[in-house]
């Protein structure tokens, strides 16, 4: 047992989570973090889809190599060559490959846990609201529930509105 | 001319506030990394698209100011002088991408300094907020209430998986990047940071020099960042960022009093020699300049010297650095005549805070 060179307390929600980090261990594991260099981290993400394609057959090494976002027209190929995204849809487009990356660029981590945008949250509850009320109108056919079914059915209409209707003074953007 | 105020003096008006912690920590940032959905992003956009993408952020920007920023200044790479652009560089109020290579990239820039809002870097918008001092909280606040602000009347590039949708992957999520810039002279003197560092970057912090190439870390001055930027929320993110700075304060201010009780007197001989060097040489090389202006630092902040401000530091750092040096020149300067400068200007600095008591 060696003895530890830091030691940090973090308490969240009265949960109390003590690390202590020797030397060794550090030394041994802080050359896995990638370094802040531009070139080294770019190299590494590339490195980073390489790997992830060794494990894939030929065949599908042979698609996805002739994947094109619709959007910004960057090519696999070229994503994997400067290590960026050329626009939002890139996202979706090369959206098969990227949690696993993510969880080796970011701790484990693959899905957002931080802000939301006030305007993008506002609509992104209004469609959680929607696909709630439509599982529930689902169900009330299921159980030929019709007369709830019907004012679900309404109200799934009334936010749907809501949701498309551009703000008040809101440009398009 | 505007872009003057920005250029005339090193340091920027928010430094030369006493922050919290600031014997050791210079200052606190926080970087917003954000797209808009409609553009393709900067780094892979034509000139064409990346200059309406600039029209639209600068439009939106000028549509409604916000009081936080002051009297704000909108400033376009293109139409800089390049000495210009390096020193907003050499003030860490823009990136070198910015300055170097952006297409139509601008920067707002508030009347103190603290916020710089850069337009076309990497991603569309980068929001930065520098405050004196160890305050993170305050520092985000401020950020993410200029982000608030900027998001009502731009549609971010956003995914309810992924978060914010940046060009790099590692920024991806929160888009944040927190850091403190530290001074630690007496953990680098006592041989302490060599164990210390590379158990930072096991928390998913970043550790690095500034003003040094590579990892040399000129006049003890680090940068502590967060790694991820993914998965946690920023308010995680900072506490971590928190704990970690805490713990580096404390091991600061005890390597600090073991050089006093144990080697007071070699601690004396150097904080003065370097101030003797710094006040009568007339040639001084970048890197010698930074040690001994961190020696300078340090005794002033333990009393060992009197009668000179401890914001020196963060002046002098800054005004001896290339850019500068040209500016005051006003010519492109050789290495060895930005050796003879260097030394000039710090000897004339030191003098005016001699005349100044």
Request: hydrophobic share 35%; net charge negative; with cysteine.
């Amino acid at each position: 047992m060696r003895q530890a060179t830091l030691h940090f307390t973090k308490i969240i929600n009265g949960k109390k989570t003590e690390m202590h980090v020797c030397e060794h261990c550090a030394r041994e594991k802080g050359e896995a973090i990638p370094g802040t260099d531009s070139f080294s981290i770019h190299h590494l993400f590339s490195g980073l889809f390489h790997t992830d394609d060794s494990n894939a057959t030929q065949r599908d090494q042979n698609t996805k190599a002739e994947l094109k976002c619709p959007n910004c027209g960057l090519s696999y190929e070229k994503f994997l060559h400067i290590g960026r995204f050329g626009c939002a849809s890139c996202y979706e487009t090369y959206s098969t490959r990227l949690s696993s990356v993510f969880r080796r660029v970011h701790g484990g981590n693959s899905k957002h846990g931080g802000k939301i945008p006030k305007r993008i949250g506002e609509t992104i509850q209004i469609e959680q609201r929607i696909e709630e009320m439509r599982a529930m109108l689902n169900e009330h056919i299921q159980k030929e529930e019709f007369e709830k079914a019907a004012e679900l059915r309404d109200e799934i209409r009334a936010l749907t509105k809501q949701k498309d209707i551009p703000r008040e003074g809101e440009e398009e953007g | 001319m505007s872009l003057n105020q920005f250029l005339e003096h090193a340091i920027s008006p928010w430094m030369k506030k006493d922050g919290i912690e600031s014997d050791i920590v210079l200052s606190s940032r926080i970087r917003l990394a954000r797209n808009m959905n409609a553009f393709t992003f900067p780094i892979l956009s034509s000139k064409e698209e990346a200059y309406t993408a600039s029209q639209y952020i600068k439009e939106a920007l000028a549509s409604t100011q916000t009081n936080a920023l002051g009297n704000a200044e909108m400033l376009t790479m293109d139409e800089m002088k390049t000495n210009d652009k390096r020193i907003l560089v050499e003030k860490h109020l823009i990136s070198p991408h910015l300055a170097e290579q952006s297409k139509h990239g601008a920067v707002l820039l508030s009347e103190d300094e603290s916020v710089s809002i850069m337009v076309n870097e990497e991603d569309h918008i980068r929001i930065q907020v520098l405050t004196a001092g160890f305050d993170l909280d305050h520092t985000y606040q401020a950020a993410s209430s200029l982000d608030d602000w900027m998001e009502s009347h731009l549609t971010y590039a956003y995914d309810r998986q992924y978060g914010y949708l940046t060009s790099c992957p590692t920024n991806v999520g929160t888009g944040m990047r927190a850091s403190v810039m530290m001074h630690l002279p007496a953990l680098a003197i006592t041989q302490q940071l060599q164990r210390i560092l590379p158990a930072i970057n096991q928390l998913g912090l970043v550790v690095r020099g500034i003003y040094g190439e590579g990892s040399e870390a000129l006049g003890n001055l680090f940068q502590i960042s967060n790694q991820m930027t993914l998965g946690k929320s920023e308010q995680d993110i900072i506490e971590d960022l928190q704990g970690v700075v805490k713990q580096l304060i404390q091991q600061e201010r005890a390597a600090r009093g073991s050089l006093l009780d144990h080697s007071h007197l070699k601690l004396t001989d150097r904080v003065h020699r370097s101030l003797g060097v710094l006040s009568h040489s007339h040639i001084i090389d970048s890197k010698e300049a930074t040690r001994r202006l961190s020696d300078l630092r340090l005794g002033i902040d333990l009393g060992m010297i009197e009668g000179i401000s401890a914001s020196i530091l963060n002046e002098l750092m800054i005004v001896t650095q290339p850019g500068f040096l040209q500016r005051y020149a006003e010519t492109v300067l050789s290495p060895e005549q930005r050796d003879e400068r260097r030394a000039t200007l710090i000897r004339e600095r030191l003098k005016l805070e001699y005349t100044n008591k």
